[in-house]
């Protein structure tokens, strides 16, 4: 490895933060749907595989679109990882209906799947080669949000994750056309979900936090700072949600977290470049694993694969902050407590420690750091293809 970080000091660098998303946080925000009947006349709407029905989002949302007079066509089914096949179909409604919008009602999966479905409707080919190649996306017919599971972000940002089971790829795009348009945010929508989506949740927002905290851009305080404070939220509250599920103050901040973890706020002005999701990315390519389960096991064996001299301050800091590790210790052993306290924490969420513990062994670590190592390239502490194999042995 690398021992020299990347991009070296820098001053805040210049940015545009330009987030068009109108977000309507609280209960009863739902009601905002209202306004799509003002924006057009149809609407696909994207879900996954049932819980909306279960919990009643269905029913409401329904009830507003059909009292604002709009069309509304469906796509459920979106699956966890959510897959390129479905994004097809919702593409060819699009073009068959004429289309003029797509909501959708769920977490991460479900919104990425209706994002590219929005980009495909004005694409004229398929759909993935937009994942492959995202400066071919020109327009999109625009994306409502209704979220129901705090993690990913992906109702404020302009990513979408899509997934090719015919070649193992599990792509991330950003395109500034794939932003929503509006998300209505309300907590009360997270009370259904189960205790082991909320804590891979929760490491999920906590790791969009780590892949911009790690820069090493020195002049970016203000972004530092707010992700300490995120990190101190997400730590405060997602036990709670977990043992007492319908707690509004937990799942409200969990789900603000969310949303402020990847809107811009925190990067913006700083160098930076993720590391460890291109890294976990490979695993849901190949082992169709929660996103958030392979974060909690990479992140730690990550953090102490990077540990030297150059790289304990930052680590150090972080403990301080977010652990109250004492100001006694030398940044060392103030970061090395860091780690512990963070897979301590993990542990207390239930989250598997070890790759071996999902039943996934060391056949396609080659391949698999073959693909990272391209989107890893620059950020925070260098890593080469065989580093990459390393920190999946580790993980182990
Ligand atoms: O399928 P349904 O019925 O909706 O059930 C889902 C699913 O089983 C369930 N769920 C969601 N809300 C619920 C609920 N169950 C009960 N009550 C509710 N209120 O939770 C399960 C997981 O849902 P999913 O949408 O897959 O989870 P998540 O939000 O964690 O999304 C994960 C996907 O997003 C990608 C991940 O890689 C993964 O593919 N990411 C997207 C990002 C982005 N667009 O910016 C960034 C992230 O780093 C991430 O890569
Ligand atoms: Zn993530």
Avoid at 24 to 36: D, N, P, T, V
Avoid at 134 to 152: D, E, G, K, Q
């Amino acid at each position: 490895m690398t021992d020299v970080l990347s991009g070296g000091s820098g001053v805040m660098n210049n940015f545009t933060f330009d987030v068009p998303t109108v977000i309507h946080f609280g209960r009863g925000q739902i009601s905002h749907l209202a306004e799509l009947g003002s924006a057009g006349r149809s609407v696909l709407m994207v879900y996954g595989g049932g819980s909306i029905k279960k919990n009643g989002i269905y029913d409401s949302a329904m009830k507003v679109l059909d009292d604002a007079g709009l069309a509304v066509y469906e796509l459920p089914g979106v699956e966890p990882n959510p897959k390129i096949g479905l994004v097809r179909e919702g593409v060819s409604m699009c073009r068959a209906y004429g289309i003029d919008m797509v909501l959708a009602i769920g977490g991460g999966s479900s919104i990425d799947c209706a994002k590219l479905v929005a980009a495909g409707a004005r694409y004229d080919g398929d759909p993935w080669d937009l994942m492959v190649d995202s400066s071919l996306i020109h327009a999109a017919i625009p994306v409502y949000v209704v979220l129901t599971l705090a993690a990913t972000g992906s109702e404020m940002d302009n990513s979408t994750v899509v997934s090719n089971p015919e070649t193992n790829q599990k792509l991330d795009i950003s395109n500034n056309f794939l932003k929503p348009r509006m998300a209505v945010l309300d907590p009360e929508y997270t009370y259904t979900v189960p205790k082991e989506q909320t804590a891979a949740g929760s490491v999920d927002i906590m790791s969009h936090v780590f892949e911009s905290y790690f820069t090493n851009t020195a002049g970016a305080d203000i972004q530092g700072e707010m992700c300490l404070a995120i990190l101190k939220v997400v730590v405060k509250y997602a036990p709670t949600a977990m043992e007492d599920p319908e707690n509004y103050d937990a799942r409200a901040n969990l789900m603000w977290c969310s949303s402020l973890a990847l809107n811009g706020l925190l990067t913006l002005g700083a160098k930076v470049k993720w590391c460890v999701h291109p890294i976990e990315h490979e695993l849901s390519a190949y082992y169709d694993i929660t996103h958030g389960v392979g974060l909690a096991i990479l992140t730690t064996v990550w953090m102490e694969y990077i540990l030297s001299d150059d790289t304990a301050p930052k680590l150090a800091e972080y403990g301080k902050a977010v652990w109250n590790i004492s100001d006694g210790c030398s940044d060392m052993d103030a970061a090395r407590l860091a780690i512990r306290r963070t897979r301590d924490f993990f542990d207390r969420l239930g989250m598997p420690k070890s790759l071996g513990a999902l039943g996934i062994d060391d056949t396609h670590f080659e391949a698999m750091a073959d693909s990272a190592y391209g989107f890893c390239k620059g950020c925070y502490v260098p890593l080469s293809r065989e580093d990459i194999v390393q920190i999946y042995r580790n993980a182990l």
